[in-house]
């Protein structure tokens, strides 16, 4: 099969390792803008407003409704055996650990991250980008950085946000709806939710997650064809890489904490 052929083989390779190569470089330079990037804040800010508030209501609607099935399903189990009043304990675990943070961050690659490739590539494709360079602006300076570190710190806000509002639609559902006792729902939140190794590591998980979402669709809209193909190719990429990798790391990351 001539796919097969060792000269195709190994182009493919190279080219892969070309292509990671460069990503790898252009993380490194988007780290390295932190200081000229926050000493221009409101390009930080503006970015922050339009990646995050325009996610928020999105985020917080999704989390209220996964909040009513976990109170639902969560009661039905723990009935079984006698323990309905750890129905707040186990919706707030499940959210601050995992499905917070994890959510928050699939919702975000949808949203936002399909927005930022969207809005990169047609910058490539209308010319922006390469005026930029003949006028010696940086673009990755310019453009990518303050994106980037906008996406990073909305990303734990806009978890937070989907957690409380999860918590709030268990509360609802479990208390308002089924009956179990008010006092019960918090007293077991409160004595069973450990602010550092539960709440923490929920805050450290949507930290990574806010870097590779957001890098990743920084990347696809930096590296998109100049033309409708390409920057549609390219957003379908964003939504694809970055969830895969949001739950390769999910998986990597709850290994780690809880061998620790």
Do not use: C
Not at 26 to 38: N, Q, T, Y
Not at 51 to 67: D, Q
Not at 131 to 143: G, H, K, L, N, T
């Amino acid at each position: 099969m001539s796919w097969l052929h060792p000269r195709q083989l190994g182009f493919s390779i190279r080219t892969q390792l070309s292509n990671l190569g460069h990503g790898a470089r252009l993380f490194l330079r988007l780290l390295a803008m932190v200081g000229p990037s926050f000493r221009r804040f409101g390009l930080v800010r503006d970015q922050m407003h339009f990646l995050g508030n325009y996610s928020l209501a999105i985020i917080a609607v999704s989390g209220l409704f996964v909040g009513f099935v976990f109170g639902l399903q969560g009661y039905y189990t723990l009935q079984r055996y006698g323990s309905s009043e750890a129905l707040g304990l186990l919706v707030t675990l499940s959210l601050v650990r995992e499905l917070g943070p994890v959510v928050t961050a699939l919702l975000f690659a949808g949203r936002a991250g399909t927005s930022l490739t969207a809005e990169i590539g047609l910058m490539k494709a209308g010319e922006q980008i390469s005026v930029m360079d003949m006028m010696a602006v940086d673009p990755v300076q310019r453009i990518l950085a303050p994106r980037f570190w906008a996406g990073v710190m909305a990303m734990p806000l806009l978890a937070a946000v989907f957690s409380a509002m999860g918590i709030i639609g268990g509360w609802i559902v479990g208390v308002l709806m089924i009956g179990v006792d008010s006092g019960s729902f918090w007293s077991q939140i409160q004595g069973g939710v450990d602010v550092w190794r539960d709440v923490g590591n929920g805050i450290i998980k949507s930290i990574v997650f806010g870097f590779t979402v957001t890098f990743v669709a920084l990347l696809q809209g930096f590296e998109a064809q100049p033309t409708p193909e390409g920057v549609s190719q390219a957003t379908t990429r964003t939504v694809v890489i970055a969830s895969l990798s949001v739950l390769g790391l999910d998986f990597i990351l709850t290994a780690l904490m809880f061998s620790l």
